[in-house]
């Protein structure tokens, strides 16, 4: 794959149930069930990280896309649900991304986002895995 430009490393011990950390330090955390799959939500669960996670790396590429554009994007909020679906015995996620970009006309942010989407590294990882719906000023894509 060439040379990696970051790599991000962390453990877990005890899976939902335990404890994370990253390599650094900056980052851990008891980890927990949420209530609505029967844990006592006193934790972060991998959903919330996730949506964290895919959020701010889509409004970095909005950002990035935004100044390719001539255009303000770094004023970008972005709301992510993730949400973990039964499926065949197992689980799947899906996505939902809600993406205010104020400095824009709708027109614009839809081009924005769509080119964001196509590129942003979290985007690439679920494209053909996980369905990923985006709402752009309230206009869904």
């Not at 669960?45 to 896309?65: K, R």
């Not at 001539?70 to 939902?96: N, R, Y």
């Not at 769509?114 to 990882?125: D, E, K, Q």
């Amino acid at each position: 794959m060439g040379n990696a430009l970051y790599t991000a490393h962390a453990h877990v011990a005890g899976g939902r149930s335990g404890r994370g950390r990253t390599s650094d330090g900056q980052l851990d955390l008891t980890l927990r069930q949420p209530a609505e799959l029967g844990g006592d939500g006193e934790g972060v669960n991998p959903e919330q990280l996730f949506a964290i996670g895919y959020a701010a790396c889509f409004g970095t590429t909005l950002d990035l896309v935004g100044r390719r554009a001539h255009l303000t994007a770094s004023d970008a909020g972005i709301d992510a649900s993730v949400s973990l679906w039964p499926s065949g015995g197992g689980f799947t996620l899906g996505v939902e991304l809600r993406i205010s970009l104020p400095s824009v006309t709708t027109e614009q942010a839809v081009d924005l986002v769509r080119t964001a989407h196509r590129i942003c590294p979290y985007s690439n990882a679920t494209h053909g895995n996980v369905d990923v719906a985006l709402v752009v000023n309230g206009t869904r894509l």
